[in-house]
């Protein structure tokens, strides 16, 4: 086949996830000027649909150019000014991530660590602001990708404002997925992608500041060291004044507004529902036939299920497997999982019975042909309870 010439996918990795067919419908619509009023009204739209999304106010709410990673750092590089401390805690790969992004913005990091799959408690971020504060900024990753771990955010935010620090959160997984609640649990940074539980192609990198994060920007002493990412210049775009920064990546514009009108048709409530019935029956079914989760119990995620491989399975060999045998993608571990884990990603159109099935009937089928299972089906029964009860 010619490169270019693309079969699709079920796509039940970390991200991108599938894509409704009416957004990539969107992306073909012709390609106007980045001052149109046409374009205009799409990026008005869109701005007030992420607004409902994220459950914000916060006027200061706009689509980064960029994937996920470009809105972690435009939220880091726009709050950090050389110098300012910051808390970082890292329980997996984009805790990781956020302390190297911060560190290259010239501040002075201090981390707190959990070990990856469990979450962090209250009392351990405010002892670590007893030790090492007073913080200018608090980073922390609600959905921790590489572990399948869910960080409670609302009890934290009461530690972080009680020192005087800003909350900035990672919702690149969670948001759309399972309840993010900007206003009602204070975040005042925020960022998201679009290829994750907004089931967009990736590209952009929604972003969120609360008036406390505006005041920190405006009270800047030195320059936002990114010229492409500065908000100070971005938000006189997006905002009334129209003023050309940089020009707009048109088409990615219409995929994540139709993906948000199809996020806001469902409901945001009827979303995370879908996602945790589709992560139940998933895991009744990994757990059938002996597949552990990775993440602890109680603080699970429900679009991405980081397990263990069993032992005895390639877990390169048994996802390649899939994805040339039966078109089905799933992740590989990251960090210290590489080599041990798989991660299967329920991710906006890809949080569905049909996905569920599939996935299972795969990996029951290559588990069998490996002498690991006698005979397949119980994994599938077990989902099929589920979705049944
Ligand atoms: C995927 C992901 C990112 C990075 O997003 P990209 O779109 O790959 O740049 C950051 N944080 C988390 C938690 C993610 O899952």
């Given at each position: 086949?010619?490169?270019?010439?693309?079969?699709?996918?079920?796509?039940?990795?970390?991200?991108?996830?599938?894509?409704?067919?009416?957004?990539?419908?969107?992306?073909?619509?012709?390609?106007?000027?980045?001052?149109?009023?046409?374009?205009?009204?799409?990026?008005?739209?869109?701005?007030?649909?992420?607004?409902?999304?994220?459950?914000?106010?916060?006027?200061?709410?706009?689509?980064?150019?960029?994937?996920?990673?470009?809105?972690?750092?435009?939220?880091?590089?726009?709050?950090?000014?050389?110098?300012?401390?910051?808390?970082?805690?890292?329980?997996?790969?984009?805790?990781?991530?956020?302390?190297?992004?911060?560190?290259?913005?010239?501040?002075?990091?201090?981390?707190?660590?959990?070990?990856?799959?469990?979450?962090?408690?209250a009392?351990?971020?405010?002892?670590?602001?007893?030790?090492?504060?007073?913080?200018?900024?608090?980073?922390?990753?609600?959905?921790?990708?590489?572990?399948?771990?869910?960080?409670?955010?609302a009890p934290i935010s009461e530690a972080v404002h009680q020192?005087?620090?800003?909350?900035?959160?990672?919702?690149?997984?969670?948001?759309?997925?399972?309840?993010?609640?900007?206003?009602?649990?204070?975040?005042?940074?925020?960022?998201?992608?679009?290829?994750?539980?907004?089931?967009?192609?990736?590209?952009?990198?929604?972003?969120?500041?609360?008036?406390?994060?505006?005041?920190?920007?405006?009270?800047?002493?030195?320059?936002?060291?990114?010229?492409?990412?500065?908000?100070?210049?971005?938000?006189?775009?997006?905002?009334?004044?129209?003023?050309?920064?940089?020009?707009?990546?048109?088409?990615?514009?219409?995929?994540?507004?139709?993906?948000?009108?199809?996020?806001?048709?469902?409901?945001?409530?009827?979303?995370?529902?879908?996602?945790?019935?589709?992560?139940?029956?998933?895991?009744?079914?990994?757990?059938?036939?002996?597949?552990?989760?990775?993440?602890?119990?109680?603080?699970?995620?429900?679009?991405?299920?980081?397990?263990?491989?069993?032992?005895?399975?390639?877990?390169?060999?048994?996802?390649?497997?899939?994805?040339?045998?039966?078109?089905?993608?799933?992740?590989?571990?990251?960090?210290?999982?590489?080599?041990?884990?798989?991660?299967?990603?329920?991710?906006?159109?890809?949080?569905?019975?049909?996905?569920?099935?599939?996935?299972?009937?795969?990996?029951?089928?290559?588990?069998?042909?490996?002498?690991?299972?006698?005979?397949?089906?119980?994994?599938?029964?077990?989902?099929?309870?589920?979705?049944?009860?």
């Amino acid at each position: 086949m010619r490169a270019g010439e693309i079969t699709p996918r079920m796509l039940m990795g970390p991200g991108p996830s599938d894509v409704h067919p009416r957004v990539l419908a969107a992306m073909s619509q012709p390609t106007i000027g980045h001052l149109d009023p046409q374009f205009l009204a799409v990026i008005n739209d869109i701005r007030d649909m992420l607004q409902q999304v994220f459950q914000t106010k916060n006027e200061l709410t706009l689509a980064v150019s960029g994937t996920g990673s470009a809105g972690m750092e435009t939220c880091v590089v726009n709050l950090i000014e050389p110098g300012d401390k910051m808390l970082v805690c890292i329980n997996g790969v984009f805790g990781q991530r956020m302390r190297d992004v911060a560190e290259r913005a010239g501040a002075e990091v201090t981390a707190v660590e959990r070990p990856w799959g469990e979450v962090f408690t209250a009392d351990e971020i405010s002892s670590a602001i007893r030790d090492s504060g007073p913080f200018k900024v608090v980073g922390i990753v609600q959905a921790e990708t590489s572990t399948g771990a869910a960080q409670p955010i609302a009890p934290i935010s009461e530690a972080v404002h009680q020192s005087g620090a800003l909350l900035l959160v990672d919702t690149v997984t969670s948001l759309a997925g399972m309840e993010v609640d900007v206003d009602g649990w204070q975040i005042d940074a925020c960022y998201s992608g679009t290829q994750k539980c907004l089931s967009c192609p990736p590209g952009l990198a929604p972003v969120t500041f609360s008036p406390a994060a505006v005041k920190a920007i405006d009270a800047r002493k030195a320059k936002v060291q990114s010229w492409y990412l500065d908000m100070t210049m971005v938000r006189a775009y997006w905002g009334s004044e129209r003023l050309y920064h940089h020009t707009a990546p048109i088409n990615m514009n219409y995929a994540l507004h139709e993906a948000l009108r199809i996020v806001l048709e469902e409901g945001l409530e009827a979303r995370w529902q879908r996602h945790a019935l589709h992560h139940r029956a998933l895991k009744a079914g990994l757990e059938a036939i002996g597949i552990r989760y990775l993440a602890d119990p109680d603080h699970q995620l429900p679009m991405l299920n980081a397990v263990s491989a069993p032992e005895g399975v390639d877990e390169a060999e048994a996802r390649k497997r899939l994805l040339n045998d039966f078109g089905i993608e799933i992740g590989a571990g990251l960090g210290q999982f590489k080599g041990k884990a798989w991660r299967i990603g329920l991710m906006g159109e890809s949080a569905a019975e049909r996905h569920v099935t599939s996935v299972l009937k795969a990996l029951e089928t290559v588990l069998v042909e490996k002498g690991i299972l006698e005979e397949t089906g119980k994994a599938v029964a077990a989902a099929k309870e589920v979705y049944e009860s």
